[in-house]
């Protein structure tokens, strides 16, 4: 495959998260109630957001790494930006009327880290994959 096995994989982290977070899009229509938006449209933009970021962060910081656990602990500020990031350009009437907004990004980041777990698994099993030795 030209480039590699990265563009499956990237492709089908992305198909994952879109899934994932199109679904967490339903939930946060419900939770902000107005303007309501089209959930594929929030995990797709949340999606490109995290594929350019994660790719960034990876970048910065894989070499430097012995373990993935950083690397994830790095994730943490990043998706919590990543989720208000989101919030801001599809919610922001909603925003300032929103109790307990921080208990909802911390749920949002917890779906980002649940979805890792099929992510690496698509990632990993299906035909094009990375390969792990």
């Known amino acids: 495959m030209p480039g590699g096995p990265l563009p499956l994989a990237l492709a089908y982290v992305g198909g994952v998260k879109l899934l994932g977070y199109s679904g967490f899009a339903v939930l946060a229509n419900r939770r902000f109630r107005e303007p309501k938006r089209n959930p594929f449209v929030v995990g797709a933009t949340r999606t490109a957001i995290g594929l350019v970021a994660g790719i960034a962060v990876a970048t910065l910081v894989i070499d430097r790494l012995h373990s993935p656990i ?26 300032a009327n929103t109790p307990k907004l921080g208990w909802f990004v911390a749920l949002a980041v917890a779906v980002s880290f649940l979805l890792d777990a099929p992510a690496i698994f698509a990632v990993v099993m299906l035909p094009g994959g990375l390969w792990v030795c």
Do not use: I, K, Q, S
Request: aromatic share 26%; proline share 12%; hydrophobic share 70%.
């Open 70 to 95: 950083p690397f994830f602990l790095t994730l943490v500020p990043v998706r919590v930006a990543e989720w208000l990031l989101v919030f801001w350009l599809f919610y922001r009437p909603a925003l």
